[in-house]
């Protein structure tokens, strides 16, 4: 059975405080791997896919890599409006849906 | 470009009534849509994939017959959710598939509250 656990549940960071967070998949065949950021009441919003180990991605202060087991979304110097709910999903070669992980909420505090 | 709407954002209805959910791809022409549950502080939960001009597939567990999705376009899946009980309030939201894409893109999603 496909599977994505993320880590942590929650993390607290300061202003500038760069960290990481996890994502880890079993799938019978990966297909993609997709980051969302998801506000509180709202749809989540897609900021990256990746499909093959060893590849990254960036966009302004987030930075994604993915191994064969795991994916990373590096957050650099973050500021308050990167609080958010951070997902990752993975979809499994030979279907269509998506099994999403339950998530890691992130503040940054001023 | 890729931005899906739905339509109402927030809905009140009273037990026993059936409410309409819309979702659309506005720059887009979608092959697939998705419909999403979500529960407080937790992930999404995939209710079922629509194909335009094809019967939903749902997912284990969820009723068809409550839960009835119609793709009639390329552009336009509905939700309705039938005799509504207080323990259907929830979150709903709807994704689509762009092409022949993987990427899911959202709607802002609907609060249903069932009194």
């Known amino acids: 059975e496909d599977q994505v656990t993320q880590s942590p549940e929650a993390l607290r960071l300061q202003e500038g405080e760069s960290s990481s967070l996890n994502c880890s998949y079993t799938v019978s065949g990966l297909r993609g791997l997709f980051w969302y950021r998801q506000d509180p009441g709202k749809g989540p919003e897609f900021l990256f896919t990746l499909y093959s180990a060893g590849e990254e991605k960036e966009k302004e202060r987030l930075k994604a890599t993915l191994t064969k087991k795991e994916s990373f979304l590096h957050i650099t110097a973050p500021k308050p409006e990167d609080s958010a709910t951070y997902l990752c999903a993975v979809q499994a070669s030979g279907g269509q849906n998506f099994v999403f992980g339950p998530g890691t909420r992130l503040s940054v505090l001023p | 470009g890729a931005v899906v709407s739905q339509h109402p954002s927030w809905v009140i209805c009273k037990s026993g009534t059936s409410v309409k959910i819309e979702c659309r791809s506005l720059d887009f022409q979608a092959t697939t849509m998705f419909w999403y549950r979500q529960f407080p502080k937790q992930s999404l939960m995939l209710m079922a994939t629509?194909?335009?001009?094809?019967?939903?597939?749902?997912e284990q567990g969820v009723e068809k017959d409550k839960f009835l999705i119609n793709h009639a376009s390329l552009t336009l899946s509905t939700l309705t959710v039938t005799s509504a009980h207080p323990e259907d309030s929830s979150f709903y939201i709807c994704?689509?598939?762009?092409?022949?894409?993987?990427?899911?893109?959202f709607g802002p999603g609907t609060r249903l509250t069932v009194t």
């Open positions: 994704s689509a598939r762009r092409g022949q894409s993987y990427e899911q893109y």
């Open positions: 629509s194909n335009e001009g094809s019967k939903a597939t749902y």
